[in-house]
């Protein structure tokens, strides 16, 4: 009896080895899935950052450019290693002493770039914007 007792514990068959590796590669391969499906969203986020910053970037730019030669551009950047492609449309504003611009960044991908941040502001010209009207009104 102690013979067929020792006999029984020798190990595992071929079969159960062959099901312990199968049930780890599962366990591994969904492990790795996951980290990829997490790691996405960070991925994106980081790209938006960047390309706020970039839009940012531009705007300061448009600030500090003179009114009269605020102009569209266009260009590139490199932040953390990755190429964004700004482009910056100046529009009069109808009425007022102004000009919108707004900032666009994209990937720089040839076949289809896609749109990572949008920014708007407004420059006002730094002449006096006040006619001879409203100046003579103000004194009554």
Known sequence: MNR?????QRGMTLLEVLVAISVLMLVGFSALQFQNYSAGPLLSLQQQQRALMVAQNQL???????????????GTEYQGGMALRWQRDVE???GFAMK??????????RDRP????????????????TSQNDSA???Q
């Open 60 to 74: 300061v730019l448009a600030r500090l450019t003179d009114y009269r030669t605020l102009r569209n551009n266009n």
């Open 114 to 129: 896609r749109q990572l941040a949008e920014l708007t502001a407004y420059i006002a010209s730094q002449t006096g914007t």
């Open 137 to 139: 009104g103000s004194e």
């Open 92 to 94: 009069a504003v109808d």
């Open 4 to 8: 067929h007792d020792h006999h029984s």
């Open 100 to 109: 919108r611009v707004i900032v666009r960044v994209s990937e720089d991908a």
